[in-house]
């Protein structure tokens, strides 16, 4: 654009200038330079005085026009140089605001080259954000495309199932007296198994006020011992202030220091028995906590043991139910995971500790353990931190179809 102002510019200047030459060489050529003095040589003779004196003052008339001529060709050149000069003003002035309007443009298409760089880099990191969100879209449409596979090879092996069974049934009706004995023996069972659990749930009942009543205990003695404490410092101080008289004594009456030594050292070898049997007594009430602790411990690890396998179970069950056989995997397969939990259950990561010897396996394993979020534990936050926080898991989905 300022290429094109300028080219403009430079071009009107032109045709100007052209105008101005124009103008003073048409000035130029309309003067009359025939010579006064030229001989009229077809004239006759006497006629020739007549036509001297006509051209003497033709020849004044036409010097006068001459000088008014050149007056008005010098003005016309100094009215022609100033305004050649002022064009020449007026050039240096355009191409000077031409140049910075060059510069200008200069800079602005360095910025907006800068701006075009910028926004290439953005375009091109947006391209591949694109492409990557692609690629992760198509990852995830392969995933869920793999998952309905399998899902239908599941149901369509569910439906080969369900008319298998249909079949058997057809073949079973005349067996179904023998069902229904078979039936009412497994009633039977069930109604064994509540009644073994409700017998389960009344005996950690009676642990848990057995245990109760195993602190209370403690509590007391510990009460009793600490108050035995406290009067046995008491007794120790009093004797040591009666020991300290006896010294004082011993001092003042030294003619009675042979008896007082003797019954002092009496008074000390009783003291050394009453110590010995509060020691002894002390050893065996240690004894006796110590007892009690091993029992409480003992039947606080046989119900932390019954709960974690009664979570372990609900943990294995819902991680089952959660669980899509994947294509072209075995059923007798098994791993362990590595499942740290959040409060209330909540899945935070899952790793292989060991894996099944099969990635697609551990995978299924992995994303069953997700699906089954959050997994059942215990309310008891110190049963929860201790063996659920974070635990190792087998999953071993035998005879899941």
């Known amino acids: 654009m300022a290429r094109r102002r300028t080219v403009g510019f430079f071009a009107a200047f032109s045709l100007a200038l052209l105008v101005h030459l124009g103008v003073a060489l048409l000035m130029l050529f309309s003067v009359d330079f025939e010579s006064p003095f030229r001989v009229q040589s077809s004239t006759p003779p006497k006629e020739v005085v007549q036509a001297v004196v006509v051209d003497e003052a033709q020849v004044r008339a036409e010097v006068e026009r001459l000088k008014q001529a050149d007056l008005l060709e010098r003005e016309a050149r100094k009215a022609e140089k100033e305004a050649l000069d002022q064009a020449r003003v007026e050039a240096e002035r355009a191409r000077r605001q031409v140049e910075r309007q060059r510069e200008a443009e200069q800079q602005r298409m360095a910025e907006i080259q800068r701006e075009t760089e910028a926004e290439r880099k953005r375009l091109d990191a947006l391209r591949r954000q694109q492409e990557a969100d692609r690629q992760r879209i198509e990852l995830e449409r392969q995933e869920r495309q793999r998952q309905r596979e399998a899902e239908q090879k599941r149901l369509a092996a569910l439906a080969a199932q369900r008319e298998a069974e249909r079949e058997r049934l057809a073949e079973l009706r005349s067996q179904k007296e023998k069902e229904e004995l078979a039936l009412k023996a497994e009633e039977q069972r069930i109604a064994e198994l509540k009644q073994r659990q409700e017998e389960i749930e009344r005996q950690r009942v009676e642990e848990e006020q057995r245990l109760a009543e195993i602190k209370r205990k403690q509590e007391e003695e510990r009460k009793r011992l600490e108050q035995a404490r406290v009067e046995e410092e008491k007794k120790r101080k009093a004797e040591e202030q009666r020991l300290a008289e006896l010294e004082k004594q011993r001092k003042e009456t030294e003619r009675k220091a042979q008896e007082e030594q003797k019954r002092r050292a009496e008074l000390e070898r009783k003291q050394e028995a009453e110590r010995a049997r509060k020691q002894a007594e002390l050893e065996k009430q240690q004894a006796m906590t110590q007892m009690q602790q091993a029992a409480e ?105």
């Open 297 to 401: 411990a003992e039947a606080r690890d046989r119900a932390m043991s019954r709960l974690v396998e009664q979570y372990t179970a609900a943990i294995q069950r819902d991680v089952q139910n959660a669980w899509l056989l994947p294509v072209g995997s075995r059923r007798d397969l098994s791993c362990i995971l590595q499942i740290r939990l959040g409060t209330g259950g909540e899945v935070i990561t899952v790793h292989v500790a060991r894996s099944s010897g099969s990635t697609v396996f551990d995978q299924s394993a992995i994303r069953a353990v997700h699906r089954a979020s959050p997994l059942p534990v215990p309310d008891d936050p110190e049963v929860f931190d201790e063996v659920f926080r974070t635990f190792n898991f087998e999953f071993k989905p035998e005879g899941v179809t």
